[in-house]
């Protein structure tokens, strides 16, 4: 069963070139600190590490 998404309503966590085009058509991109330099550049937002609590930081940054 396939499915179509508006991928402009997604927000898209990634670090390296396997997440390059979600992050591209994502409506939010966001890399981690630690991700490679091009998926930082290519993302709307840098947040934390993958050390860090990143799924905490969406929620109390983006879905409140």
Known sequence: RFFCFAFSG???????????????????????????PEMKMISDEVICDNDSHCAKYILDHYLT
């Open 10 to 36: 997604f927000t898209i966590i990634g670090d390296s070139y396997n997440d390059k085009t979600m992050l591209e058509v994502a409506g939010l991109s966001l890399a981690r600190e630690n991700a490679m």
